[in-house]
């Protein structure tokens, strides 16, 4: 990639031996950090390793224990984020800091409102929200309510909201995480003419085929540890896997041949509307067999959440069936579905999967608190429901450990996944299904939680994997079905699925 | 290891931010009393002398029975997600409840009339509050706004009720008959008088320990409990765990506006004897909101700031022979919930202290 639209004279920011330490731990030890005006610089790392307390102290969320942080040449103390505001930075937290019940617009003004007097002037803020939407061609619902909107649309709202407050040097926390193949090409793009504008990018990720095509330079950190600084088209991505985790890592996913089972989900001509009561799932067929994975491969917005809500009971279908072991589960509720064997992983982890301020026991038990050993006549048994976390977190290496009776919400995202994978998989349904289950998780969570998918099915038990990362559909799955407007468009053995391919039928392209 | 600074003590334990923001009330009392020439050191004394003594003690007793019993109402609404600011309507009800019961059957001996009274007191305040849990789960209709309307009717259908022929007084008084003896908490006369106690002295308190260890089982012990916490944290993760949140939501209400209802009935059996034709809206609901968060919607908590308040009420009632307005105590309660509702700031500032923290969790994941 040539390097034409960075001004190497010009460091806009540069972090000097930034040491972060709380109590006795170092979470980061001596970090160095330079980006040029036109740059983007990608912070690659394991979870944990330090990325986002780094980042946090240029957000002015955490002060430094000792170093220097310089932005456009000039050593500055952030007290708070709007000091790091001021400063000209911006930031997209990858768990959305936006307020539910409140529309698009509303969220990307909040706090900077054009103002009429007194009142709020929402049709100014909804013309320049519209406008600079269309500028950088991140599509959006102006008037939609963010409770409504896809994770994908929610995403790009996070992105237009510290645009909108003028950053020119925006951190982006795992802005990928959410978005279609498709999507994620076009934010590259987008990136690329924000750093063409003068603007520069820190991209912190796990992604390295993201790096490697939008990326000047990376910073690599391992275990709060500076690695090296490299220029990314001197290296390739092995290189830096190896580099992040400091072992040879494999991209496979080892998976015995299938041994197909009896059809255990059965879906036959579903119809479905979205929340605005559109129609969206427009006659959808699918079938899932024991002992299979079935991958759904589409492109955000094309029917895979509806679908996933009606099958899991928190939607009502229009028109349709569906069955699992030839038991009709549909338009019935999620405590139906759930007696009837499905189980599920669902795609916002902190919305549907964990109530955050219960301990990890009482979520490990969401399902089944009701059942013996967890609760005898309606009194809860604590010392099953500890027994039970106790068991979970060493089988399923949830850290930290002894973390029993500490709320979910202070674990770590690939932390409070494996809670999730620990329930369901120990609830051990006929039928799994799973939604974007390695959102945000670091290259070996991701390992982990294939590896307990592929378990399931080995098993013979039916998985559904909806998911947006087209290489998690590619490696996992024994079926590829291509969603496309609110039908299966196209069906094609996993083995012999082609990335292009794919995609051209998730456009909705004829197959070849 | 730093030093934990000032800040963090008080946001992270509750127990010291309250009694931060109590001692924070009293110093601003002083304050007004200074102003007003009167001397704090006469005015307080009064006020602690009077609670002190074995009678005022149990006078302190009698009149917190109602606040702890709303109290618990209020605070297993907020334990379960919703905010039961209609407690007062239920209270009203549940308290008119119990008081036409009595009236009506007064010749009923006692074990059967006193949980007889009880039961009308608690079925009318958990119609109260399922009324407005199904306009909210059927009809969306925010149950804050539905709630403080209820407050209203409730008001006014006591007033109604209490002029009915047959349940009114027969005398100038404008309010209802005096409840039957049969239905009276009142501890025997000849005890009271050779005890030294309050006139009104009555054993409402167990039935008030009672319901506080009940609630205290129910929130933390049960799978009830469970359902309407997790239906309160998080309804979408309560739902796709299979949990019926609107199911939950009438439950919670239900029983929250019961034992609103049944605070009526406990301070009317016990020190009030009689219902009014109300002037205004009496309150006790809206003091329960007060007591659950000085308790911080503990049940143990809420039976200590009950008390508290109790003392605070009575106590106050005395300080005018301190030439203080009683008044007073309304700004010593006002500024104590006004600093402990800013915990919200408190909050706000340790959740980003708390960012740090997850930064710390992040790594040793």
Same mark, same amino acid.
């Given at each position: 990639m040539s390097k034409e639209h960075v001004d190497m004279s010009v460091p806009v920011i540069e972090m000097r031996n930034i040491v972060k330490k709380f109590g006795d731990f170092v979470a980061n030890d001596g970090i160095n950090l330079t980006v040029h005006k036109g740059e983007i610089h990608a912070i690659l790392g394991e979870n944990g390793a330090g990325k986002s307390t780094l980042m946090n102290q240029l957000y002015g969320l955490l002060k430094p224990t000792s170093g220097d942080i310089l932005v456009n040449g000039k050593k500055i103390v952030m007290n708070n984020p709007r000091d790091a505001i001021n400063a000209g930075i911006g930031m997209v937290h990858q768990h959305f800091m936006l307020v539910q019940p409140f529309t698009v617009t509303e969220n990307i003004v909040l706090g900077s409102e054009p103002m009429k007097g007194l009142t709020v002037d929402m049709k100014k803020a909804r013309q320049n929200v519209k406008e600079l939407s269309e500028r950088y061609g991140l599509a959006i619902d102006p008037d939609a309510k963010i409770e409504d909107i896809s994770v994908g649309m929610q995403q790009r709202v996070e992105i237009l909201k510290a645009l909108y407050r003028g950053a020119d040097i925006l951190i982006l926390d795992?802005?990928?995480?959410?978005?279609?193949p498709q999507e994620i090409v076009e934010l590259i793009q987008i990136m690329h003419n924000l750093t063409g504008d003068g603007k520069s990018i820190i991209l912190i990720t796990h992604k390295l085929k993201e790096i490697k095509e939008s990326a000047d330079f990376c910073t690599i950190i391992r275990m709060g540890k500076y690695i090296d600084t490299v220029d990314? #088209?001197?290296? #390739?991505e092995n290189d830096l896997a190896s580099m992040m985790v400091g072992r040879k890592v494999t991209f496979q996913v080892d998976k015995p041949p299938i041994k197909r089972g009896p059809v255990v989900l059965d879906v036959k001509n579903l119809h479905g509307v979205d929340y605005r009561g559109v129609e969206i799932l427009k006659g959808l067929n699918l079938q899932v067999h024991a002992g299979e994975i079935v991958g759904i491969a589409g492109i955000d917005g094309n029917g895979q959440t509806e679908l996933v809500e009606i099958l899991t009971g928190l939607r009502k279908g229009t028109a349709g069936e569906a069955t699992v072991n030839g038991v009709s589960i549909y338009n019935k509720s999620p405590a139906f579905g759930f007696a009837h064997g499905v189980s599920s992983i669902p795609a916002d982890r902190q919305k549907h999967g964990l109530v955050l301020d219960f301990s990890i026991e009482d979520n490990l038990i969401l399902q089944n608190y009701e059942k013996d050993p967890f609760a005898r006549s309606k009194i809860l048994q604590r010392d099953a429901i500890l027994k039970h976390a106790t068991q979970s977190i060493s089988d399923y290496d949830i850290r930290p450990g002894n973390s029993e009776k500490r709320p979910a919400g202070t674990l770590s995202g690939g932390n409070q996944q494996k809670v999730i994978i620990a329930r369901e998989v120990q609830n051990d349904k006929d039928l799994l299904i799973a939604v974007n289950p390695t959102r945000g998780l670091d290259v070996g969570a991701i390992e982990y939680v294939h590896q307990y998918i592929v378990q399931q099915r080995n098993k013979g038990k039916a998985v559904l994997l909806v998911s947006f990362e087209l290489d998690e559909i590619m490696s996992l799955s024994d079926v590829i079905d291509v969603i496309f407007d609110g039908k299966i468009v196209s069906s094609i053995p996993g083995g012999q699925a082609d990335e292009n391919e794919l995609g051209l039928l998730m456009a909705g392209g004829k197959p070849a | 290891m730093k030093k934990k600074s000032f800040l963090d003590i008080v946001s992270e334990n509750t127990f010291i931010h309250i009694l931060l923001s109590i001692i924070l009330g009293f110093l601003i009392g002083a304050i007004f009393l200074a102003v007003m020439g009167l001397s704090v050191g006469n005015a307080y004394g009064r006020l602690i002398n009077s609670v002190t003594s074995l009678k005022g003690f149990s006078y302190v007793v009698v009149y917190s029975v109602p606040y702890i019993v709303a109290g618990l109402s209020v605070a297993f609404s907020f334990k379960t997600g919703v905010f039961n600011i209609g407690a007062e309507g239920q209270f009203v009800v549940g308290a008119m409840g119990a008081a036409v019961t009595s009236i009506l059957l007064p010749d009923l001996p006692k074990p059967v009339l006193i949980p007889l009274c009880f039961a009308a007191a608690i079925v009318m305040g958990a119609l109260w509050g399922i009324i407005v849990a199904i306009l909210k789960t059927?009809?969306?209709?925010n149950e804050v706004l539905s709630m403080i309307m209820f407050n209203w009717i409730a008001f006014y259908l006591s007033n109604f009720i209490a002029g009915i022929p047959g349940i009114k007084n027969e005398g100038s008084a404008e309010a209802t008959k005096s409840i039957s003896a049969n239905a009276s908490m009142l501890l025997p006369k000849d005890f009271i008088k050779s005890a030294g106690l309050?006139?009104?002295?009555?054993?409402?308190i167990l039935v008030a320990i009672l319901i506080t260890a009940l609630i205290w089982i129910v929130i933390e012990k049960t799978t009830l409990g469970y359902e309407l916490k997790a239906v309160g944290s998080n309804k979408f993760a309560a739902e796709y765990g299979g949990i019926n949140v609107n199911r939950s939501i009438l439950t919670a209400l239900g029983i929250s506006g019961g034992m609103a209802g049944l605070a009526g009935a406990l301070y009317l059996m016990g020190m009030g004897n009689r219902i009014s034709v109300f002037s205004s809206q009496e309150g006790f609901g809206f003091a329960g909101i007060v007591v659950a968060l000085i308790g911080c919607s503990n049940p143990f908590g809420v039976f200590v700031a009950g008390l508290f308040y109790g003392a605070l009420m009575y106590g106050g009632s005395k300080l005018n022979l301190e030439g203080a307005p009683t008044q007073l105590i309304n700004v010593i309660v006002g500024t104590v919930v006004f600093f402990i509702a800013i915990s919200v700031i408190f909050r706000n500032l340790k959740y980003l202290k708390r960012k740090t923290g997850k930064g710390k969790e992040a790594m040793k994941a």
């Open positions: 795992e802005p990928t995480s959410s978005l279609t990314v #088209d001197q290296v #390739d | 059927k009809r969306g209709i309050a006139p009104t002295a009555n054993w409402g």
